[in-house]
Structure formats: C-alpha cells, structure tokens
C-alpha cells in the first residue's frame, strides 16, 4: 500500500498534487491546490476534496495539504471524484 507523490505545474502556474495509490493496480489521482495567505499562514485547499492545510510558506502548506490527502486516501472508504469533477461542499 505505497503512495508516491508527485507536484506538477498546470499551464497557468497553478500547483497541482498528483498521488499514486498502489495495490494489486496502481490509480493516479491528480488534484489541484489553491494557496492564500490569510495573517501569517499560507491556506493551502484541494476543491476537488474539499480538504484544507496550511503552513508558513506556501511550500509547507502545499507539503501538508498533500499530507492531508493521502491520509484522506488512506481510508477504504474514500470518495474519489471522477477526473474534472469537484464534490459538492455541505
């Protein structure tokens, strides 16, 4: 049950997680990351989870949010969206 994760750049420089889930099969993810600095923090999100992080650089809250999701993955249970779809927030 390795993860492997990767960071890409889109074309509009925007941060992107991409997180390989290995089994019998291996499935890759690709997920994308907003950042903001609220106060002192960096707020990382992936609205495709809506699932959140932060850090004191925008490279820790990018290393932490994709902490975050692979904890996420982790549960059997985990919902993935279909590529391009985002889930609906409560």
Not at 1 to 22: C, N, T, V, Y
Not at 39 to 64: F, H, M, R
Request: hydrophobic share 40%; net charge negative.
């Amino acid at each position: 049950m390795g993860q492997k994760i990767e960071e890409d750049r889109h074309q509009q420089d925007k941060p992107l997680i991409a997180l390989r889930k290995s089994f019998i099969m291996e499935e890759m993810y690709r997920f994308s990351a907003a950042v903001k600095k609220e106060g002192k923090w960096y707020v990382s999100w992936c609205p495709e989870l809506d699932i959140a992080s932060q850090g004191k650089t925008v490279e820790e809250a990018i290393e932490n949010l994709k902490e975050a999701i692979e904890i996420y993955l982790e549960d059997e249970d985990a919902q993935v969206p279909a590529a391009g779809q985002v889930f609906p927030r409560p």
